[in-house]
């Protein structure tokens, strides 16, 4: 059982790989002790696997363990912690992994301490977390590899919500660079102006893999402080676009409102769009 747990708020973590997509690694024949980020199909790492390969390095545990996980102490049985066979707890508590302790005795694990609770609770009786504490349990779980755990919070929001925006801004080049420039370029252009409002000129262009000259490269819309080119055509800029709203009013707290200001037609259809992005900084 947990002493002084403390409170678990509701701070975002990034969404990960789905974690459905198996492929575990086979021991390595190597006799080296590692842990193998496993690729998965789609191109992401999987949550580290230990291997531990070296004899000689190893531990012996009592059936009941008790822990100091960040500073919050746990009882538990050996059997739970490694009831989960593929996961990277289960490896720790292997008998071949080296774990430090505290000064009192209990194996000690430098992670959050109150968000174990709810790791322990699922080992236990796979009991599910409140939906405020998901978001940062799913990258708990990521870290200990407790994949079961994190197919389960695939279908709870937020972490539903994340994963499938993830996917969607995957196939955005350079996103998250590009926005972390509009925020530099509203943030400098209001210190220069010494205004509490700046505009920001942001541009979505699709590939033109056609015959013409790359429209995006001489039409209007070319003048831009922020562009996001070579969009596939298949790509929605509405959704694109509802997608950096979010990041950055709901997820970041900007004052920001987006306009509309000119389009850019190719050959039969519009390859661009150019918005006028106005941050109200007090």
């Not at 720790?92 to 322990?120: C, N, P, V, W």
Request: hydrophobic content about 40%.
């Amino acid at each position: 059982m947990s002493e002084n747990v403390p409170d678990v708020d509701n701070h975002d973590v990034p969404a990960v790989p789905d974690p459905d997509a198996r492929g575990a690694a086979e021991n390595s024949q190597s006799g080296v002790n590692n842990m193998t980020d496993v690729p998965l199909d789609n191109g992401a790492i999987r949550p580290p696997r230990y291997e531990y390969l070296d004899e000689e390095c190893h531990d012996k545990f009592p059936e009941v363990i008790n822990l100091n996980v960040g500073g919050v102490h746990f009882t538990t049985l050996l059997s739970t912690l490694r009831s989960q066979k593929d996961s990277m707890l289960a490896g720790m508590f292997s008998g071949r992994h080296k774990i430090q302790r505290d000064e009192d005795g209990r194996y000690f694990i430098d992670r959050d301490g109150a968000l174990f609770t709810y790791i322990l609770a699922w080992l236990r009786t796979e009991q599910m977390p409140p939906r405020a504490a998901a978001r940062r349990l799913y990258s708990e779980a990521q870290h200990y590899g407790l994949l079961t755990l994190m197919a389960t919070l695939q279908n709870v929001q937020p972490v539903a919500s994340d994963v499938v925006k993830t996917q969607f801004v995957s196939k955005v080049p350079n996103y998250k660079e590009l926005l972390e420039q509009i925020i530099i370029v509203g943030r400098e252009r209001a210190k220069l102006d010494m205004r509490r409002q700046s505009r920001v000129l942001v541009t979505f262009h699709y590939l033109n893999d056609g015959p013409q000259v790359k429209v995006h490269m001489i039409c209007e819309l070319a003048r831009h402080d922020v562009g996001f080119l070579d969009l596939p055509q298949t790509l929605d800029v509405a959704t694109l676009l509802s997608s950096i709203e979010f990041d950055l009013v709901k997820e970041r707290g900007f004052n920001l409102t987006t306009t509309l200001i000119d389009t850019c037609k190719g050959i039969g259809y519009i390859c661009g769009f150019k918005y006028d992005f106005t941050f109200t900084w007090w």
